[in-house]
C-alpha cells in the first residue's frame, strides 16, 4: 500500500465512522433491545449489531479483498492478521450508549500485516473525531495530539482505571497491591470506554490507562493513537501486545510507563 492508497482509505474509513455515528445519533432516543452477553452486565444492543453490519457491507462492497475483525461476530473468522485487517468495536462503552446515551465511541483501527497503519475514535455523541495514520502523528479533530515530557512524578498523575479491579475478589491482581498503587497516585478516572480512554491518554487530559482485560477490537485503534502522540502503549507487563488475543494494557504517558509497569509487576507477584 503506496501513500496515496493508505490517504483513500484513511478518508474513506473516515467517511464510514461519521456515517455509522450520525445513525446512531440519529436514533439515539428510539426504544431498544438490550440482551446480555458474558455475564447481565455486559450489555448488547441491535445499535452495535446494525453498526458493525454497515462496516461489514461497506468493507465487502469497496473493499473485498479487506478482512473484518469485530466484536458483534459480522466480520471474519480471524486467526492470522496478513493482509488488510480492519479492527473494529461498532459501539465501545455500550453501558454509557444504554444509561447516559453519550460517553460511547466508534473505534476502528486498520491493520496491515499486524502493524497498525490507520486509527479512528470517534466520540459520537459529542461529534469528535481522533486521528492517526502510523508515521504522521495523532490528531482530535485536525488538531495535532502531542505528549509532551515534563518528567512528570507518578504521585502528580491521573490513571483511568476501571475501580472494578479494586473488589477484593478481583482475580487479576493482588488485592493490597492494587490499592497501594491507587494511593501511591493522584487519583483515578474511569470513562466506561477504553477507546474514549486511549484518546483522552492521547490528549493529555489523562496520564495514563491501566486495564487488566481487553479485547482487540478495544485497543486497535487507541493503541495507534496513543503512540502516534508520543505516549507509550504495551501489556501491563511492559510486553508487545497481542493484537489477537485477549489483553492488559497499559498506555500512557512515557514519564510514568516504566513506574506503573514496575509497580504492576511487583504486585502480581
Ligand atoms: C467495554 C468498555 C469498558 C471496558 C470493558 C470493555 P464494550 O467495551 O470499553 O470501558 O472496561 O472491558 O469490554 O463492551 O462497551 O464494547
Ligand atoms: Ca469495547
Ligand atoms: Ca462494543
Redesign the pocket.
Known amino acids: 500500500m503506496d501513500n496515496r492508497e493508505r490517504n483513500e482509505l484513511f478518508e474513506t474509513a473516515k467517511s464510514f465512522i461519521r456515517e455509522a455515528g450520525t445513525t446512531i445519533r440519529e436514533k439515539i432516543d428510539k426504544p431498544r433491545t438490550i440482551e446480555t452477553k458474558s455475564n447481565a452486565d455486559d450489555l448488547v444492543t441491535e445499535m452495535d449489531q446494525e453498526t458493525e453490519r454497515y462496516f461489514a457491507e461497506q468493507i465487502k462492497s469497496h473493499f473485498p479483498d479487506h478482512r473484518l475483525f469485530g466484536?458483534e461476530g459480522f466480520g471474519d473468522e480471524i486467526e492470522n492478521l496478513k493482509g488488510l485487517v480492519w479492527i473494529v468495536?461498532p459501539i465501545?462503552g455500550t453501558m454509557n450508549f444504554v444509561h447516559q446515551k453519550r460517553n460511547f465511541a466508534i473505534s476502528v483501527g486498520i491493520y496491515k500485516d499486524g502493524v497498525g497503519e490507520i486509527g479512528l475514535i470517534y466520540d459520537v455523541m459529542d461529534d469528535i473525531l481522533y486521528t492517526a495514520l502510523r508515521g504522521e502523528g495523532a490528531y482530535k479533530d485536525g488538531k495535532k495530539l502531542e505528549i509532551n515530557s515534563y518528567k512528570k512524578p507518578i504521585e502528580q498523575s491521573i490513571l483511568c482505571l476501571n475501580t472494578t479491579w479494586l473488589l477484593p475478589e478481583n482475580r487479576h491482581v493482588e488485592h493490597e497491591g492494587i490499592h497501594n498503587l491507587v494511593k501511591k497516585i493522584r487519583s483515578t478516572r474511569s470513562y466506561g470506554s477504553?477507546a474514549l480512554e486511549f484518546a483522552y491518554v492521547a490528549e493529555g487530559i489523562i496520564d495514563g490507562y491501566l486495564s487488566l482485560t481487553l479485547?482487540p477490537?478495544?485497543v486497535a485503534a487507541g493503541a495507534i493513537i496513543v503512540h502516534e502522540a508520543g505516549g507509550i502503549v504495551t501489556t501491563a507487563e511492559g510486553k508487545d501486545i497481542d493484537m489477537l488475543n485477549r489483553t492488559t494494557i497499559m498506555a500512557s504517558h512515557p514519564d510514568i510507563h516504566k513506574e506503573v509497569v514496575e509497580n504492576y509487576v511487583e504486585l502480581k507477584q
Open positions: 466484536e468495536d465501545d477504553a479485547m477490537w478495544d
